[in-house]
């Protein structure tokens, strides 16, 4: 399987601000929040990257910044409202697209009509400086009111040599900024680059210039080991757990798509030996078995995707309740104490017990798991069980983790010639004054830790809300296919659970009969295959069922345009 998921985050980090920001406040400001796992990700090199972006465009923004400012102080107020008026006229088209596309940062489009406009534009603002020189004294004079201070004819010469050294220095700036990044894609980031091409972290020059805390929390991150609560057991790497905050407890598994639970009474079958005892685990490992079977069925999914179908136990805590209940000693199975950060691990005694008897606000899950389009569409399914007395109970919860967006796979289709930075450059200096508030913005803006008063204790600092692969996640599908696969394997992993659960009913002398009908009903609620992500079904004695319908595909497609 290509694996492109790194090599894209680690580009997007240097072309998409809001991205790297984003993965920085989310990893690297709190020393007490881990970095969930996410499908062939490089969470090091890609937060490496995301360091090394924003702080060159730290020192872009502050060079910018300078000149443009000595720029206003010397240059004739004419040619810099001329200059304004171009950049506000060029950023219309910018702006257009970033109201379409509501991820804030846009890049401007390939192909002829950008070259067109670049031409245009260009020629425009070289009429208008050589028109400004050619007005200077030394024959013409100076018109009354032209410049925003008194100027001797004289110093009209170097007046204009210096706005133009400034014009220069700044396209420099913006020159090197676009070669930097075109230079990073072209040697690590295109395809089959990747590979050996990032240095060792602490070989990175650029660090030295950014902020202590946030290479800091790489480091932590790139030594990054499971850690789990004393006494550690037999030296088994124990359960992962994941402690989230807000309300999406599958951080890393990307959308909830169509969950549904049923709880049904037993009733035992008169007149039938039980073979088996029917209990939690004894349902936990009826439902692996089956689901695990899959793998032997390759041909049923395209790539013979399902021998890797993956099975993996996972702990999910709640942040906000695990500091609720920082008194009780269960806390101490999953936070060490305040100041550290959660265990990323559970001994799998204490997940034998959390097994059988979960608590509120921290479960015991089976994740089944089918990496799909080269990594780039993972479908995930949570599986929760349980068996008391007299009655049972099975959640489904699948979660989608999309495709990484369009625009960040746009890197492999880009030409590799160093004309586009150049031209990306001349661009950037058209529209800079237009551009200046959100640079300042950018520049005066620091990224810190959640405010927490002393002796209180800010559950946020605790739990995750996105992987890096979900910050890169796009809203949807990108074709039929993929659509399609979600189906399949949803329903072809549903199919085995359902038979699963149903067997060992009857295997433990119980009617599977109640399951099976509610089963079938939630089944048969769901048949068709639509471009929706949501939706939930929960079924169960005496409940109604309700879906969600999904949109047409026309209407999918509509959006999708």
Known sequence: MRDDTTRYLCAAAHEDST??????????????RPVPPAPG???????GEAIAARTRRKLRDSALLALFLAFAVLAPLDLL???VVLAVLFSIGAITRARKDAELRTEISNGGPAVLATIVISAVFLYLLYDYLASSPGGAGVPPGYYPYPVEPDSALPVALGTSALVAAMLVVLLWDRLVVWRHLRDRFWPNHLGGAVPPLPDRSVFRLSPERFTNQLWRHHNNAPTMAPPTGNGSAGVPMTVYRGFEPFVGAGLRHEPWSIAVPLERIPDVEPTISLGTD??????????????EASTLAPGRRLRALALVEQVVVAADELVDHLHEPESS??????GAAPYTALSAARVGSLRMEPLEWARYYHCYQVETWDRDLVVSVFVHVAVGAGALYVE????????IRKRYQDIDRRSRSPLRAVGQAVLDVLRLPATVPERLVHLLTFIRPLPHAPGAVNPDRYGTAKSLRELAADRNVHNYFQLADVDRYLKTMESRLILAVGRTMREAGYSPASFEEQAATVVNNNVQIAGSVGGSVVAGTGNRIRTTPAPRAT?????AR
Request: glycine letters at 4%.
């Open 19 to 32: 991205f790297a920001n984003q993965a920085i406040r989310e990893f690297l400001v709190e020393d007490t």
């Open 555 to 559: 209407e999918q497609a509509g959006k």
């Open 396 to 403: 489904w919860t699948p979660c989608l983790l999309l495709p």
């Open 282 to 295: 004894t349902l936990y490992a009826a439902i692996q078995r089956e689901v695990g079977s899959l793998r």
């Open 333 to 338: 199975l999953f936070l060490a104490h305040p």
């Open 81 to 83: 409202l001329y200059w």
């Open 41 to 47: 990700v490089d969470a090091p090199a890609v937060l």
